[in-house]
């Protein structure tokens, strides 16, 4: 069956805006609203520069979002956002105070816990606005309405998708994004790589997203390098803002593939940072399923300005970024692979997207190769 046939559902923020310095509308569209509390859910760093979003009234912020955030982090958030009666949620940061901040959003008004909303489509409504403040170039999570947070018992990520967690506006500002840090610049861009890229080779990819994923790829191969080698090159981190968000337009409606699924494990059981995760495992996916989808996989290669095989190609590249490419180097004890697999293998929301079957033990090579 032809892709063009495929159903599919585009859902965007009702407003978006993408600039330099446009930061602080944020606080103009707040008035226009006529709100007068908010929640500001963010990371340390960018609680220190909140003043920069011109927010009306009285503003409080979470500033403990942890780079994996797990429930209790969650339930510290919505604790404060019962105590201030927060009318607008903004989440000031990267997919981590993003994703919280849609779960703060939606689930105080809900009535329902955390794990009754894991799924598709099961959150009973939001009361509250939400807005949405990207600082790094990774996850585009300012467009979506997925959020992920880790259940310690289990070590494994919590996949909620609710149309409710859309933004009312997001701001895309590539000025908020000039101090970050070349390692951290590297691996998040290389995470829009893989949205990007793994949403291309999908099972269920489709001509729609296909128009902006590759074009993100575009960015990113044209773009991180220089982003990289000097921060405050603002076309580049324009380029890679706009990567980041068409990325994210491929989490809804596509979604992540085995990278993702691969990755998951380096972040839920030994806290490597997401972005570095799927830096490390996207050249082993991608080769993986070079055979399935050879002509895409081509055209990941092309678009990143890459010649050869897959697997040497795509790791030379992260490689020359100056990513930490071996997992023994970032902590990852070998005997917990085999572990790691078998959860990994575990994640069949994403892993059924893939387009070549990945068993476990291909997974556990995976992890050996990158070790």
């Not at 609680?47 to 927010?55: I, M, N």
């Not at 494994?156 to 000025?175: C, T």
């Not at 890459?306 to 005997?335: F, S």
Request: aromatic fraction near 4%.
């Amino acid at each position: 069956m032809s892709a063009l046939l495929h159903p599919i559902e585009i859902a965007r923020p009702a407003r978006l805006e993408f600039g330099a310095g446009l930061a602080r509308r944020l606080g103009a569209w707040a008035r226009e609203q006529g709100i007068t509390r908010t929640l500001v859910v963010s990371g340390r760093s960018n609680a220190a520069r909140v003043d920069l979003l011109e927010l009306p009234g009285r503003v409080e912020v979470f500033a403990q979002v942890k780079p994996e955030p797990d429930i209790p982090n969650l339930k510290a958030a919505l604790a404060m956002a019962e105590a201030v009666g927060a009318e607008l949620v903004v989440g000031f940061g990267g997919g981590s105070a993003m994703d919280l901040a849609k779960l703060v959003a939606v689930l105080p008004s809900s009535g329902q816990t955390i794990h009754e909303v894991v799924g598709p489509e099961k959150v009973l409504g939001r009361r509250v606005k939400l807005a949405q403040v990207a600082t790094t170039a990774g996850t585009g999570s300012e467009a979506g309405t997925r959020a992920l947070v880790t259940d310690p018992a289990t070590q494994n990520k919590l996949a909620v998708q609710s149309r409710h967690m859309m933004a009312d506006i997001a701001i895309v500002d590539p000025e908020l994004m000039l101090s970050v840090p070349p390692d951290v610049t590297a691996a998040t861009g290389v995470d829009a790589l893989a949205h990007c890229a793994e949403a291309f080779t999908s099972k269920k990819a489709h001509p729609l997203i296909d128009l902006y994923v590759l074009e993100g790829i575009r960015l990113v191969g044209r773009y991180l390098p220089r982003a990289v080698r000097d921060g405050g090159d603002l076309e580049a981190r324009a380029g890679l803002a706009l990567a980041s968000l068409y990325g994210g337009y491929g989490l809804g409606p596509v979604n992540t593939t085995a990278g993702h699924a691969v990755a998951y494990p380096l972040g839920t059981r030994h806290h490597v940072a997401h972005g570095l995760a799927c830096a490390v495992i996207f050249p082993h996916t991608l080769a993986f399923n070079a055979p399935a989808v050879p002509e895409k996989t081509a055209l990941v290669l092309e678009a990143l300005g890459v010649r050869g095989a897959a697997l040497e190609a795509a790791h030379g590249w992260c490689a020359a970024l100056g990513i930490e490419m071996r997992l023994g180097q970032l902590g990852v004890p070998r005997d917990d692979l085999p572990r790691m697999a078998t959860e990994a293998h575990a994640i069949r929301r994403l892993l059924d997207n893939n387009p070549r079957d990945l068993p476990r033990e291909e997974i556990l090579a995976m992890y050996e190769a990158a070790f």
